[in-house]
Every structure is written in C-alpha cells, then in structure tokens.
C-alpha cells in the first residue's frame, strides 16, 4: 500500500507562482512513476505532468509546457510540481498519483496510476 499526500497549494495572484509538494509513505517510493493531474470545478480531472520513477524523464500537458516543472526526491520519497507564471484557468483541485507497474511510464490517463493522494487546492485570481 503506498499512501499520498499533497501540500503547498493556496491562494496567489495570476503571475505568481506556488510549488507542490507530494510525500509518500508505505511501499518502496521511488519504484513508481508518478504524476500529477488537476480538476476545475466543473470540468472532469486532466493531466498535467508525470516523471519516471528515476526522474530521468518529464511530460507535461501542452496547457502547462514551459510553465510548470515536475521534479522528484527519492530520499525524500517527495515529488514536487513547481508551477510559475499562473493563469486564472490554473485554478483546480491538484493530485498526484503513482503508477505501480510501469516505473519509466509517463502516462497521461488516470486509470493508468494505482495509488491517489487526497489533493491540494490552488486558486489563481485575475
């Protein structure tokens, strides 16, 4: 069992920027790719980025590219999503989830990931 939880999020200005932080406990946490996705009031959950289980490799959602930058700490057992230059339409429920079976995935569906952290909210205003 692998358990996730979610920090850093808030309430800034657009251009601001906020930095979130995931921890995880349980199971070995570095065998997992991990990844982050957003939901909007509203909207269904979307992608947002995801990083192998090395942190050798990055994929972000074209929304977010050159803005957002995902990055991870093994000793840590933390992943962290840094995300600067933030719009109103950032606004969003964030979570970060781990994926078991594939730890150089960079997969951008939900499905695809076992393990959910509760999520951290982040509003942005105009």
């Known amino acids: 069992q692998v358990q996730l939880v979610e920090s850093g999020g808030g309430l800034v200005q657009a251009g601001g920027s906020l930095r979130l932080s995931c921890a995880a406990s349980?199971?070995?946490?570095?065998?997992?790719?991990r990844g982050w996705f957003r939901q909007a009031p509203g909207k269904e959950r979307e992608f947002v980025a995801a990083i192998t289980w090395s942190g050798g490799s990055t994929y972000y959602a074209d929304s977010v590219k050159g803005r957002f930058t995902v990055s991870r700490d093994n000793v840590k057992n933390t992943v962290y999503l840094q995300m600067n230059n933030l719009k109103p339409e950032d606004t969003a429920d964030y979570y970060c989830?781990?994926?078991?079976?594939?730890?150089?995935?960079?997969?951008?569906?939900?499905?695809?990931?076992?393990?959910w952290g509760p999520g951290t909210q982040g509003s942005v205003s105009s």
């Open positions: 349980g199971r070995t946490f570095s065998a997992y790719a």
């Open positions: 989830a781990a994926e078991v079976d594939r730890p150089q995935a960079l997969t951008t569906i939900a499905n695809d990931y076992d393990y």
